[in-house]
RNA sequence: GCCCGAGUAGCUCAGAUGGUAGAGCAUUUGAUUCGUAAUCGAAAGGUCAGGGGUUCGAUUCCCCUCUCGGGCUCCA
């Protein structure tokens, strides 16, 4: 005797179905535009398949296709179906996990015989991936207790770990790799959940999935590599597969170019073609040197900073290089972080490394003389240059180096002071970031991880006093529960670049473990001595990571305050160069960057020559301009020049981009 | 470090089933003097990443090394 169901709408219509309806019927009730895009249900709060039968009185909502919910349910079906592919493939593979990921999803396997993929793989892979498609599989939820888990997968030994570790832990508890493949029942007796393709194909999976592979097919196998099963380096290393999925072609079409933009403004390519910087190999790997034209625009970078930094009431400090294993043992350094440092050197009976970070050092500053409570915040800023030992796989770039300067500063405060100074300090970070042409923002609170060091009381006030920072300034955020270093909290600052990747940037740390280990203090106003409180910080984060993310936002285009050559002129022909001379004269020595060309070339060559130098201003000067005391003017990204514009005013209107600091050049107003 | 891939002129790339190499841009140079995205000519530039092997002969085939790129791990 079917009785009828109420199910509540997000917007809070209830509507009737009877009983056994599920969720696609749900979505058809609502019009083809709803049955249509449908790929899951979420009801009450969690994620089902379209298939899965309302409970009487849920609130359910339809996931669409192209919402971040939809894209990663069928990244993770698109997944199931290259496993299935692999395991067509490759009789006897082993497969392990196949989560989606951002912008796509990954599988992992282990071949037979020892055997890798190459990228002819790929497209053999693809063939077959379409093959399974064009089949229409149905995806079919099924639920075993462990044992028939095992059983079904019994020569499957990734799968069967998996299953024992639900067996043995709750959802919280799991690796958050295995939680995306698997869940528990709720009355907490452990279950595993399957998804069935055919007769011969069935993951392992939480699921939900799109209802048939025919609802997939807008993906592309993008690399291959190898992982290591569990991330561990003692695991064996398993043969993984990228990929991108997308709900519809023009998705995928549209994130393919987005890539190759991406690849457009690699800082790497970049910084080659504007002659900014390399990495000698004599010197090593992610030990780069920067040309002139690179070496300009940091010293930019690092002059507002000090500039800024003097203003907020820093005090400039400097350190050398390398430091005696004392220093390092004292800080914890040697027991912590000794496999990210450079070997040793020994001299004279002394063993002295090449420091990783500065705060030893400027700890050794403060606790140089006795500190009194009016002295702080002791605030202890240094460009620093560090050296990190990693491992040759990992360097990248300017953004992954062996070497490299942070805008490092060290704060003492007393715990009262705290508060305020982080608050003010992360209005400093963020005023800093937007001077750059920096804007959207994103925080990261990370917490007390498992492992830790200090009292749990010092931790408490730590968290709490990075939480109204953030509050107080305004800034969105999330709190990454366990991921703060081992003797403190932190806040991370992350941003998104012109083409909305994020990249984290700036990091503030509040630290009561050093001002314990080198037993630094200051005296109260009741006399008595005092541990004060530390904060690390670093805006940039590090120079050249900071540099490479600002040339990659601004695809080489810095704007002009950046620029290391503001202006050129060119004279129409070489009757003209005595005035070009001049003009650049007048130009250099109200301090604008500039540069003079000879008329040895057609006047469109030199001036495309140097629109591809990604110089914002290009500066024609002729006959009218000689009269008038006048330039034309070719601004960067702008298609129409401004002729007959007066010296005056053009010197008036850089310098005023350069004060601002305004993103890219703009059009000069004309009188006329 | 491990898995996959790639190294040909300063840069971007072509090339030969094994007979020691080319183009464009850049550079130098000669001519050209031109008001808005490529003027014409010439020269110079290479141990085809390095080493070893097979071969009458290797840049090409095989092995090793180095460097770089994509991942894993890690993080600024």
Sequence with gaps: MAQNIIVRLPDGDNLEFPSGACVADLATSLGPLFSEAAIAGLMDGKLVDLNAEIVDGSTVAIVQANSPAGREIIRHSTAHVLAQAVLNLWPGAHFAVGPPIENGFYYDFQLPNEAHFTDEDIEKIEKEMRRIISQDQPFI?????????????????????????????????????????????????????????????????????VPATSRLGAFKLTRVAGAYWRGQESNPQLQRIYGTAWESNEALEKHLIQLKEAEKRDHRKLGIEMDLFHFPSEIGGGLPVFHPKGGLIRMLMEDFSRQQHQNANYEFVWTPHIAKEELFKTSGHLQWYSEGMYPPMKLEGATYYPKPMNCPMHTLIYSSSMRSYKELPLRLFEFGTVYRFERSGVLHGLTRVRGFTQDDAHIFCTPDQLSDELTSLLKFVLEMLKAFGLSDFEAELATRPQKYLGDLKDWEVATSALKSALDEVNISYVVAEGEGAFYAPKIDVHVRDAIGRRWQISTLQVDFQLPQRFDIEYVGPDNQRHRPYMIHRALFGSLERFFAILLEHYAGSFPTWLSPVQVEVLPVRDIHQDYAKSVTNQLKAEGIRTQLSYADQPLGARIRKAKLEKIPFVLVVGDEDITNATVGVNVRDTAKPTRGVDLIDFISHVKKENTEHTTSPSVLETHK
Excluded: W
């Design 141 to 209: 939820r099924e639920e075993l207790s462990i044992s028939q888990g095992l059983d079904l997968f019994a020569d499957q030994p990734f799968k069967k770990e998996i299953i024992e570790a639900v067996s043995q832990t709750n959802t919280e508890g799991l690796d958050p790799e295995i939680a995306s493949e698997q869940t528990v029942a709720e009355n907490g007796r452990p279950i595993v959940s399957i998804y069935r393709n055919t007769d011969t194909f069935v993951d392992l999976c939480r699921g939900p999935h």
